[in-house]
């Protein structure tokens, strides 16, 4: 696998194009990223212990439609879907989270394919991971063994309220729990307290370690945190219809544009390539808002480089 990817299993039901009609889409940062970065040409694999009920259902047949290979040692037979109800209120988006009896507690270790972790060249992983046990023991094992087998880590800072009970001192307690291991970290510009603030990203990579921390802003644009500097990438401007995923477009496209550029071994990180990573993310996240959505908006890596070339 180019990108092996982990996470809490998130269904997203979002309005259709009929009255009171609801459209079940795939959810949660880890298998958008994976769709994502497959969707860019690339070999990605997610695991996640995926339920047999009607969301399960429809979130395997979603990554296995976009050659994303779903792995996990044990089959998911009594495994429940974390699920996500996303209603209409004057015409805006509003999220509400549910969680279904067992959804927390479906994914253990003798689960993962350390297999495939071995053998993958960047793992990925999102902070919802980390909001409930055992789901943050596997999240946090992965991550570790990803670290000491020189992977490439990638984390994803991605806070809802519901999630944690609406507490964010217990979020960044278990955030900063897995810094050690992250080479890459995303973080949106509302949630940047969770890792300290603006003004000490420099000192927190300096003390984890992090080779790169990319804050992105929406219409602003992204920036990127690196080899005290700060590189600025400006948005790719289109029309708003559906913010929904567009975070995920970005993400998969930025460690897609990473991955191109990784040789074996120790990637020689550059400017240049920090640079056209975040102008690949930006261009896929604002393909992403043009369309409604999170997994049908992904952009394909056609529609990225189209862009790319104007």
Known sequence: MDLFSIGEMVIDFIPGEQEHSY????????????????RNGLKAGFCG?????????????TLAEN?????CKNPAEDAMTTMAFVTLEDGERSFSFARKPGADTCLSIPDICENDIMNSRMIHAGSFSLSRE???EVTRHVMKMAYENKKIVSFDVNYR?????DNKEYAAVK?????????LLKVSEDEIDLVGGTDHLFELMTEYQITAIVVTSGQEGARCYWNSKILFSPAYRGE??????????FWGGFLSEILRHMPPGPIDWTEDILLQAMKVGNIAGGL???????????????????KLEL
């Open 67 to 71: 050659n994303v290979a779903v792995l």
């Open 175 to 183: 955030i900063f729990e897995v810094l050690p291991y992250v080479d």
């Open 23 to 38: 459209i079940r889409m795939a959810g949660g940062a880890p298998a958008n990223v994976a769709i994502a970065v497959a």
């Open 161 to 165: 309220g519901l999630a944690w009970d």
């Open 240 to 249: 708003v219809v559906d913010t929904t995923g567009a975070g995920d477009a």
């Open 288 to 306: 992403c808002v043009q369309k409604k959505g999170a997994i049908s908006a992904l952009p394909t890596r056609a529609e990225i480089e189209a």
């Open 134 to 136: 055992p789901v943050a």
């Open 49 to 61: 212990k995926v339920g047999n009920d009607i969301f399960g259902k429809f979130l395997t047949e």
